[in-house]
């Protein structure tokens, strides 16, 4: 059985989260008390990510005062220009950019200005797709993306649209290969924060390692419970986690390997029947489909939170 990164590499997990606001954009604090929130609830990193627009006077907030030796920051930003498939604003996260990023540019397109900051050396990922109403389409415009906020709290609290994964299966059925993240999207008006993480394993916690991580998809999410170990074949799943009611394999069609109980901390699920599945008006025989390239795994816990790895794509197993 082949092992899946992260939890085969070397390092530790450590807790952020890449998508918050202060009074520096819209948010309701200041900096620095955004930051100690963060740090005071056990955190292990934050990226602040400001409105990057003209009326903030396109910020990358300037929080490497905070860093210590048991918590740093990400610089960062939430890039807009126009625009989507609705008309609005793209909103793009961008994790490592410079302090000095350029501002917007007239006439720059949201991928283009995405381009911008991958060629500035930035994890890029699509920010709220279900707020933003995103298609496939405007997924694939976004070519240098690293990865979909699948799960944003603020979003989720605000107006029941925290949910991405409808935008990423879509792109990874289609073959586009991406990595999930989860946020909160925080802005401390209301109860919109700590609701969604990314554990990245690295070997320190340096800014640095932490983005190189990011990028390498050395990281799954979560909003609770804990992944140990992951173990997979073309055939099977073994996994050890913290204690879960279920824990269910999807893949690019309707089928999916699940096991479900009271607190369950280790299975082994048998993931050959992803590629049979019920047809046409004879519902007793299964279809055998091509084989599934990818598989991703969701956690749920007795409080209904979630966790979620990276897809895995078979083809590199």
């Given at each position: 059985?082949?092992?899946?990164?992260?939890?085969?590499?070397?390092?530790?997990?450590?807790?952020?989260?890449?998508?918050?606001?202060?009074?520096?954009?819209?948010?309701?604090?200041?900096?620095?008390?955004?930051?100690?929130?963060?740090?005071?609830?056990?955190?292990?990193?934050?990226?602040?990510?400001?409105?990057?627009?003209?009326?903030?006077?396109?910020?990358?907030?300037?929080?490497?005062?905070?860093?210590?030796?048991?918590?740093?920051?990400?610089?960062?930003?939430?890039?807009?220009?126009?625009?989507?498939?609705?008309?609005?604003?793209?909103?793009?996260?961008?994790?490592?950019?410079?302090?000095?990023f350029a501002p917007t540019e007239d006439g720059e397109s949201g991928p283009a200005l995405a381009q911008r900051a991958a060629d500035a050396g930035a994890f890029i990922a699509i920010a709220h797709p279900s707020w933003s109403q995103l298609t496939p389409e405007d997924g694939h415009a976004v070519g240098c993306a690293?990865?979909?906020?699948?799960?944003?709290?603020?979003?989720?609290?605000?107006?029941?649209?925290?949910?991405?994964?409808?935008?990423?299966?879509?792109?990874?059925?289609?073959?586009?290969?991406?990595?999930?993240?989860?946020?909160?999207?925080?802005?401390?008006?209301?109860?919109?924060?700590?609701?969604?993480?990314?554990?990245?394993?690295?070997?320190?916690?340096?800014?640095?390692?932490?983005?190189?991580?990011?990028?390498?998809?050395?990281?799954?999410?979560?909003?609770?419970?804990?992944?140990?170990?992951?173990?997979?074949?073309?055939?099977?799943?073994?996994?050890?986690?913290?204690?879960?009611?279920?824990?269910?394999?999807?893949?690019?069609?309707?089928?999916?390997?699940?096991?479900?109980?009271?607190?369950?901390?280790?299975?082994?699920?048998?993931?050959?029947?992803?590629?049979?599945?019920?047809?046409?008006?004879?519902?007793?025989?299964?279809?055998?489909s091509d084989p599934v390239p990818w598989i991703r795994i969701a956690l749920i816990d007795h409080g209904w939170r979630r966790a979620w790895t990276n897809p895995i794509w078979l083809d590199e197993l």
């Open positions: 059985m082949a092992e899946i990164a992260p939890f085969s590499s070397p390092g530790k997990f450590y807790k952020g989260n890449l998508h918050t606001h202060s009074n520096v954009s819209d948010g309701a604090l200041p900096l620095d008390q955004v930051v100690a929130a963060y740090r005071d609830r056990g955190y292990d990193f934050l990226q602040m990510s400001e409105h990057f627009v003209q009326n903030y006077d396109y910020p990358v907030a300037d929080t490497r005062p905070f860093r210590g030796n048991a918590f740093t920051t990400i610089l960062g930003a939430e890039l807009h220009a126009p625009e989507t498939s609705t008309g609005e604003l793209w909103h793009i996260l961008a994790a490592g950019l410079p302090l000095d690293d990865a979909v906020e699948i799960y944003n709290h603020g979003c989720f609290t605000g107006n029941d649209r925290g949910d991405g994964w409808y935008l990423m299966d879509q792109m990874l059925r289609q073959g586009k290969r991406l990595t999930a993240i989860a946020t909160d999207d925080a802005h401390f008006h209301d109860d919109d924060a700590f609701g969604g993480w990314v554990h990245v394993k690295a070997e320190s916690l340096e800014p640095e390692a932490l983005l190189a991580g990011l990028k390498a998809g050395q990281f799954y999410s979560s909003q609770g419970p804990q992944i140990h170990e992951l173990t997979v074949t073309k055939d099977e799943v073994s996994i050890v986690c913290s204690p879960v009611d279920t824990i269910t394999v999807l893949c690019g069609n309707s089928r999916a390997a699940t096991r479900q109980g009271k607190s369950i901390t280790e299975a082994t699920l048998n993931i050959s029947s992803l590629n049979k599945f019920w047809t046409g008006r004879d519902r007793t025989v299964p279809k055998v």
